[in-house]
């Protein structure tokens, strides 16, 4: 099975500080979603990257996928509690047959306090 | 919008029952997908199905079993409920061919099992 390691597990920060999330494989993926969870619903799609080195930005939020399309990252400028939640990266494999299926990052549990 | 509606929040069953999750999806996807969820380990796939009583194994079926006789219905089957398949359950869905296709996921069914 493919692996995709997120870092940090965990972060507790203030509001206004930056942080950065990293998304690391040694597969390479088609393409890349993130997603956010909130406690008690499913994960929300943030964004999709599909070709190395995309960098999109979605308001104070920074998507990049890697030259090489095996590792992905998310910056957030000036955090908000709003932001607080468990944020997921998710490669698309290829040749997957029929229907393609996501790989899940191991998840980055994010917690912005006043 | 997309509307995943999982039919239990919450269910505690006993080692050794037969366990029924079931779930909708209102938008006539294609996809139907079964995910569990636990800390530190991310989503991890059981299966999926891209169409009517069609289904394919994901990355941990042992244990599992799913049923697809409608489109909008997936079903996910625990023949005998064990201890260590207590977790968080999430279905999702997504329209035919995934690397712009997103997906909706339901807000999922926490099961224990005693």
């Known amino acids: 099975t493919q692996l995709l390691e997120q870092s940090p597990q965990f972060l507790s920060i203030q509001e206004g500080e930056n942080l950065t999330v990293y998304c690391n494989s040694s597969?390479?993926?088609?393409?890349l979603q993130w997603y956010r969870q909130e406690p008690g619903e499913g994960p929300v799609l943030l964004v999709t990257?599909?070709?190395?080195?995309e960098v999109k930005k979605l308001k104070r939020l920074t998507f990049q996928f890697g030259d090489a399309r095996k590792d992905s990252s998310l910056h957030i400028t000036a955090a908000q509690p709003g932001d607080t939640g468990l944020y997921l990266c998710?490669?698309?494999?290829?040749?997957?047959?029929?229907?393609?299926?996501?790989?899940f990052g191991t998840g980055t549990r994010l917690q912005v306090t006043l | 919008d997309v509307k995943v509606t999982q039919s239990s929040r919450y269910l505690v069953k006993r080692t050794g029952e037969k366990v029924f999750l079931e779930c909708v999806q209102d938008m006539d996807h294609e996809n139907m997908f079964w995910y569990r969820q636990d800390p530190g380990l991310g989503l991890r796939l059981i299966y999926f199905s891209y169409d009517v009583k069609m289904k394919e194994k994901g990355d941990i079926p042992e244990g599992y079993s799913v049923s697809r006789e409608k489109k909008e219905r997936f079903s996910l089957i625990l023949e005998s409920a064990s201890t260590n398949q207590t977790s968080m359950y999430l279905c999702?869905?997504?329209?035919?061919?995934?690397?712009?296709?997103?997906?909706?996921f339901g807000n999922g069914t926490r099961l224990t099992v005693t």
């Open positions: 990257v599909v070709t190395g080195g």
């Open positions: 998710a490669g698309a494999r290829i040749n997957t047959g029929t229907a393609s299926k996501l790989t």
């Open positions: 597969s390479v993926f088609s393409s």
């Open positions: 999702a869905s997504s329209l035919l061919g995934l690397r712009d296709s997103p997906l909706h």
